[in-house]
């Protein structure tokens, strides 16, 4: 969890009256929503996490489909990320490290055949924020430079819900949707018009992780495409080499 609490010479009081003000200020409903995930002690323990699934284009004309899409997600804290999206076309690998960040695609048929660029600022802002999201389990966005905005009360598949804004910059922010009940995540929305919905859940170490994620986004035509990834495997703290996050040559050797 992002905790990054800056410490300064103070008196113990004053150290006691702000961490009381912030814990007044948090929605109760954070709360409940990391003891539906699995609560304190196994979510705090985190620092990364790696998935292995497989990735649909049920929305895409059969001249798009392009069969089984493996995908390989892995997380580190603080800001970490490698996505590799493999299917018979050839490999897209994107990473994340800190503030550099790149993307290679290779095609399937000949290794020769490959492109490497770096990734633009807002894409690494939007990265950044995506690391978050997936490690923070909700809590101390305002540590890491966000902001947390209680929407109040909203109805979504006829559960009563609390939504909340986890503001990461000005274009970036997810809109979370908590049954107020059970503090289970019931729909999360983007500021890019992104809907995303998680169907059941893998247990591992005492955590609760999606096993599906069906995220919908309007494209500019006014039709809807849909993603949906099958988590097959997680494992939290694995062990990862330095080198899965270095760039590589930008010339082959």
Same mark, same amino acid.
């Given at each position: 969890?992002?905790?990054?609490?800056?410490?300064?010479?103070?008196?113990?009081?004053?150290?006691?009256?702000?961490?009381?003000?912030?814990?007044?200020?948090?929605?109760?409903?954070?709360?409940?929503?990391?003891?539906?995930?699995?609560?304190?002690?196994?979510?705090?323990?985190?620092?990364?996490?790696?998935?292995?699934?497989?990735?649909?284009?049920?929305?895409?004309?059969?001249?798009?489909?392009?069969?089984?899409?493996?995908?390989?997600?892995?997380?580190?804290?603080?800001?970490?990320?490698?996505?590799?999206?493999?299917?018979?076309?050839?490999?897209?690998?994107?990473?994340?490290?800190?503030?550099?960040?790149?993307?290679?695609? #290779?095609?399937?048929?000949?290794?020769?055949?490959?492109? !490497? $660029?770096?990734?633009? *600022?807002?894409?690494?802002? @939007?990265? /950044?924020?995506?690391?978050?999201?997936?490690?923070?389990?909700?809590?101390?966005?305002?540590?890491?430079?966000?902001?947390?905005?209680?929407?109040?009360?909203?109805?979504?598949?006829?559960?009563?819900?609390?939504?909340?804004?986890?503001?990461?910059?000005?274009?970036?922010?997810?809109?979370?949707?908590?049954?107020?009940?059970?503090?289970?995540?019931?729909?999360?929305?983007?500021?890019?018009?992104?809907?995303?919905?998680?169907?059941?859940?893998? #247990?591992?170490?005492?955590?609760?992780?999606?096993?599906? !994620? $069906?995220?919908?986004? *309007?494209?500019?035509?006014? @039709?809807? /495409?849909?993603?949906?990834?099958?988590?097959?495997?997680?494992?939290?703290?694995?062990?990862?080499?330095?080198?899965?996050?270095?760039?590589?040559?930008?010339?082959?050797?």
């Amino acid at each position: 969890m992002l905790h990054h609490l800056l410490r300064r010479f103070v008196p113990v009081l004053l150290v006691l009256a702000a961490a009381t003000s912030l814990s007044a200020a948090e929605p109760s409903i954070i709360n409940r929503a990391r003891a539906y995930l699995g609560g304190e002690a196994a979510l705090n323990a985190v620092h990364t996490l790696h998935y292995h699934g497989t990735l649909e284009l049920p929305d895409a004309p059969p001249e798009n489909q392009v069969g089984p899409i493996a995908v390989e997600i892995i997380f580190q804290k603080p800001f970490r990320q490698r996505s590799v999206i493999t299917s018979a076309r050839g490999t897209e690998i994107t990473v994340l490290d800190d503030y550099d960040g790149w993307q290679r695609v #290779e095609a399937a048929d000949d290794p020769s055949r490959w492109t !490497l $660029v770096l990734l633009k *600022t807002d894409q690494i802002k @939007s990265l /950044r924020a995506n690391v978050w999201e997936n490690l923070a389990f909700f809590r101390g966005l305002e540590a890491a430079g966000g902001s947390l905005e209680d929407l109040g009360r909203a109805t979504v598949d006829g559960v009563v819900c609390r939504k909340l804004a986890f503001i990461h910059s000005p274009d970036v922010t997810f809109y979370r949707y908590f049954d107020e009940s059970s503090g289970r995540l019931v729909l999360t929305e983007t500021k890019r018009g992104e809907s995303i919905r998680e169907e059941g859940y893998l #247990e591992v170490n005492g955590i609760k992780f999606p096993r599906v !994620l $069906v995220t919908e986004t *309007t494209q500019p035509d006014g @039709s809807r /495409r849909t993603v949906r990834i099958t988590f097959e495997r997680v494992t939290v703290n694995t062990p990862v080499a330095e080198s899965q996050f270095a760039m590589p040559p930008l010339i082959s050797p």
